[in-house]
Every structure is written in structure tokens, then in C-alpha cells.
């Protein structure tokens, strides 16, 4: 049966007469005033139409002839479903209640009495009050189904959350408004080594590691008091046994009524943890392997370039062609070890900009010069389009910045066939200064122009490749970033060139710094015979610089160990010592104490020579007494200029 036939059999009023006749007459009584119906020719006929559906019986007494008629109607009714209590209209005959009425009103329940004759306005009333009662039960049904609706789905929702919480993969626990474990699932009581009963009341504090227990209780507090919704955080705890654990602990509390309960989610996270140590290890240990190894190429670098500096101003015949070529690969081997060490630094944030107004066009100009070998030994043209000095200023790090002007220069040269054209020029617009480098080189393929600033990605490797490690771009993306601006790789693919475009914000223009510029090295300006003491247990390292500087005037001592220094210096009175640090039974650093203790040379200037140069390097060689820092191989005009100036008596202490 269809719904809508269903809902309209349960309207109806069932009709149990004497005669066929009367069941009809009554019939049709109601159905003139709207009220369905349906005749029923006995009892069997009439409870099988109470099985379909409906809204009231109208029973004549005579159709009840008997005790076990009214019993059997009864027995019927008493299988009606708890909000079913069908009405009953029984009529009966004038004058004292007969026994079958009394039988009916003690056995069938819901029944209303109608002596006869009636009146049709009364049989009305009653009949239509007798379905407005079925309907108010219709209603009541429906209310109960949906609250057995809703408890059905209340419990299969409980369950499946019953099942979640035993089954979920990570600790979970349902906690009191103090902190205290309320419930407990399986993966808690295995991650925290305690069975279920000796969970269940203990504050959660209490299972956290002593140095975190406070924290945790503090947590607690601050849910309760509302200054926060939601924590998440990783804490220690401790499991039975004693064996620590890292934890990400998650809890919220939530005030229900007027009760406070909350849900803590208790991940182990050890294992991440432990492998993140291991990586920060790692880390530090690589970091400390390129230091050693920067400071290890270094030391047979420098015994090399002094040479190589003897070389040039011995004005050996036919040497020249030589002791360029072999310059030019040894200060590649410096740039690439500068490099090594610049982006390890940078990788671990350990890049510090010493930033001041600069003029950017004279910080060009000596990019230039710097890469100026690099181009000339290539038979490259440069064309520099550069404003007067003075009209572009930013705040730089001069130092830095320079570094990445002769990167991009560098790379031109390399990656531009012999006697090819650089151009560098610079433009201001909208309070940003853009440098362009371009060449009419190899160029780059439209898919690695995204990718040439990666680390150790090359930007050719055609027969143009000139080696390298693939960092450079990288580190002038860094530093550029690090100053506020940003740079950018243009191509129209191979053999067509190359440009980058580096965007940088200008300051106001004020009195600004020159980009640094050393005095050339020169035979002709000799150190004023300036006492100079070089100390290096590497002795082709000290015997070579000691030779150097003797060409260039000096009058020179070569000592290779510590305590040797110390006598040389007493004999010698030397005004600069050149001071290796790495050096066995006593180092640079406590040769340089000893001599600014001692009242006889404390007045030296002190120049720490090594291949150690991070900043660490630096804080301790200053701390030393040191006036100055070089790394390996040191530049011989900064040396040329730092000796010059060296006061024969006394410290002027700079780093």
C-alpha cells in the first residue's frame, strides 16, 4: 500500500452495524459532512480493516452479541503500538447500561458511550471529535519516529566514535576541566607504557618530563581561563621505565552544561625528532668539513700565488704569458672556494649585511675592475653605460654587493665565445635602480631560466662550460634578496645571449661611501724597508710570502712555529707580524696574547694569516689582540698597503 492510501485509510471511521442496512444509512450520514468511511460486514471484516488503517470505530451495541465478541475485539486492540489508543464510539440501546456495554468499557479501552436514538449533529460532533484524538496520536507518532530517527543515528554515530577513539593510531583521552585523564584508548596506554586503571585520574602534567611539567600544567590553566581555544605543541613525557619521549600534544576543553571537559590528542613524534637532530648534525658537520676544507685548498694556494708574484716582478724572459695563465687559475680556485664557504653561510643564515649609503655606480665600476682580467684574457669588449658618480645611491653592503656585479661579469665572460661584447648599464625609475648585465654569448634555454638560481645548477654545459660548482647565481640571488631587491635571467634561447636584470632600492642621496678600490700592486713602491716578521708552519707558505714581500721592499724574518715567533720577535723587533693559527705545540692565537701582554711588543701590528675566515674566526682573532684578518691566499696589495701604513711602533688595531 502507498503512503497516500496508508494516510487515508487511517482517516477513516470503521462502521460495525446490526443490518447492512443501518451500516449504510450511518455512512452516509458522515460522508454528507466529509467524513470517510468504511461499512464492515462482521467483526472479522472489521478487524481486518483496523490492520490497514483507522481513525475510529463506531460499534453498535447489537453487533457485540457476546462476551467473546467484545474479548476478541479487545484482545486486537491490545496489540496496538504504544501511541496507538484507537477511539471507540459504541452505541447503545436507551436505559440501563446492558452487559455488554459495561464488558466493552472495561475491555476496549477508548471508549465513549452514545445512547440512542441520537441526534446527526451529536454523531457528527462525536465522530469528528473522535478523529481529531486519532490525529493528535498520528502526530505523536511521527514525533516518536524521529526521536528513534535521531537516537538510531545518535547511536550509530556513538558507536562509530567509540570505535575511532579505541582503534585511532595515536593517543587520545577524553580530560577532566583539572587536566586529569577521564578516558583513556588503547594507543595512550601503549604509547605511555601504563595500563588503562593507572591512566584514568592522573593529571596529565604529571606523565610530562620534569623540566616540562610546569608548562604543561600552565596549558592547562590557560584553557580553563579561556585566554586560549586550542593548544598544540611538542613536550616531553615520560613512560614507564624511566625512557623519554617527544610528544605533539593537541587538547581543547569545551564547557558542556555546566560541566568543563576537553580532548588531548597524544602523538609520539621521537622518531621525527631524533631525525631532525640527526640533520642538524649532519648539517653542522658538513658546515665544518667545508670549513676545514676551505682552510686546507687555501694553505698550498697561497704559497702558489706569492710565487707566482715573484715570478711577475722578476721580469723573468717569456714568463709573462705563463704567470698570467697560471694567476688566472689559481684566483678561480680562490672564487670557488669563497664560494663554497659564502653559501654554506648563507644556507644557515649566517649572512650579515654591513650596510651603509654607497654609491652604486662607483660599486660597479669596481666590479669591473675585479672581473677586468676574466674580460680582457677573453679579448671580450665591455661597454659600460654608468651614470656620473654619486647620482644612484643605496644602502649596501658594499663588499656584497661587489660580489655580485663580478659573479654576473664572470659569468659573461665565461659563457661569451673569444671577442665577444659585455655591456653593464644602470637605470633609476620609480625609486629602484636596475643593473643590467648582458652578452651576445651562448645564451640560455628557455627551460632553465627558471632554474638557473638553484644551487648547483649550471647554466651551460656545452663546450663553453668552464666548470665551476653551480653556486654562483645562487649566492647573488641571496645577497640581492637581502638587500631589498630582486633579479631576473632573460634569454631568447641558445646562441642568442643572455641578460640579468638586478632591481635594487635606493636611499637618499647623502654622503656615501666609495666602493673599496686597493692600491695596485707595484715594483716601484717599495715598503720603506718596514720590519715584517711572517710566521707559518707551512714553510713554502711563509718562505714564499717572505720572499714577496722582500721584492716589494721590505726587510723580512720567517719564523715557523709559535715560540720561535715569540724570540724572533725580541731580536727582530719587527713593526707587522703576519701570523699563521693553525699551528702545532702553541697557535697564532696565544702568540698574539702573549705579545700584547708583553710591554716590549705589544706595540706590533698583528695580522692573522690563515685559511680560517668565518665569523667565528674573526671574534676570536679579534678577541686575541689581533689587528687584522686575511684569509688565504691574502691579497698582496691589501698586504702591500696594510704594511705600509704599520707604524713602526706601535698598534692601530683594526678587523
Known sequence: MSDHARLLAERRVLILAPTGRDGLLTRDVLADSGVRTAVCQDLGELVAHMDVGAGALLVSEEALANDAHVRYLGERLDRQEPWSDLPILLLTVPGADSPVARMAVRHLGNVTLIERPVRVASLLAAARTALRARERQFLAREHLREIDHVASALGESEGRLKALFANAAVGIAEVTSDGRFALVNDALCELLGEPREALVGLPIARMAHAEDQAEVAGVIERLRAREMEVYSGERRFVRRGGATIWVKLSMSLARESREVRGVAVIEDVTERRNAEEELRESDRRKDEFLAVLAHELRNPLAPIRNSLHVLRMSESPGSEK????????????????DDLLEISRISRGKI????ERADLVAILRGSIDTSRPLIDAAHHTLEANLPPA???????????????????????????????????GVEASGGMATVRVSDNGEGIEASMLNRVFNMFTQINTGTRAQGGLGIGLTLARTLVHLHGGSIEAFSE?????????VKLPLAEQQAVVAAPAGPAVSRDRPLARQRVLVVDDNQDAADSLGMLLQFLGAEVEVAHGGREALEAMHAFKPAVVLLDLGMPNMDGLEVARRVREDPELRGATLVALTGWGQNEDRRRTGEAGFDYHLVKPADVRTLQSIIAVAPPGGSITRH
Open 493 to 501: 634561447g641558445l646562441d642568442r645571449g643572455c641578460e640579468i636584470a
Open 390 to 424: 654619486g647620482e644612484l645611491v643605496v644602502e649596501a653592503d658594499v663588499v656584497r654587493l661587489s660580489q655580485v656585479f663580478s659573479n654576473l661579469l664572470n659569468n659573461s665572460a665565461k659563457y661569451t665565445p673569444p671577442g665577444g661584447l659585455i655591456r653593464i
Open 322 to 337: 705563463l704567470v698570467g695563465m697560471m694567476e688566472r687559475q689559481v684566483q678561480h680556485m680562490v672564487r670557488l672556494v
Open 352 to 355: 650579515e649585511l654591513k650596510r
